[in-house]
């Protein structure tokens, strides 16, 4: 949005008679949606993969656990009877674990509290508008 409102100011220093408005708004909303599908990488697309790689040390160290006969959800409970038991409170576990991580790590990268797709949105429309602005003001 920097750049856009730049080249507007550019653009009226020097005459441009397009007005600032036709040059940056296309910029503005063209940043807007680079903005947009990057803060839908990061906060939404790439959430999966990010949870299935922390958890993923984890998931063998509880595997390891199970192998040997020592693992237990939690001192409070009893141990399991069987190795099955034990296998399916394991896969409950890491289910989830996995489900928490995905959850929690969903819009995290935000501008001022506001999540990222969301700014590139804002932004895109800001642009469609000064283009708007533009046409009608040269019309």
Do not use: C
């Amino acid at each position: 949005m920097a750049f856009g409102l730049g080249v507007a100011l550019w653009t009226e220093a020097f005459g441009f008679s397009g007005g600032p408005w036709l040059v940056s708004g296309p910029l503005a909303a063209l940043a807007g949606a680079g903005v947009y599908l990057l803060g839908r990488e990061l906060n939404v697309r790439g959430v999966p993969a990010k949870a299935h790689q922390m958890l993923a040390a984890r998931r063998a160290e509880r595997q390891h656990l199970v192998a040997s006969g020592q693992f237990r959800l939690s001192p409070q409970h009893p141990a399991p009877r069987s190795l099955q038991e034990a296998q399916s409170q394991a896969d409950e576990l890491h289910q989830h674990e996995q489900a928490y991580l995905s959850q929690n790590l969903r819009n995290r990268h935000t501008f001022f509290f506001i999540p990222v797709q969301y700014v590139g949105l804002i932004t895109a429309g800001i642009g469609v508008v000064m283009a708007l602005f533009g046409v009608v003001e040269n019309w």
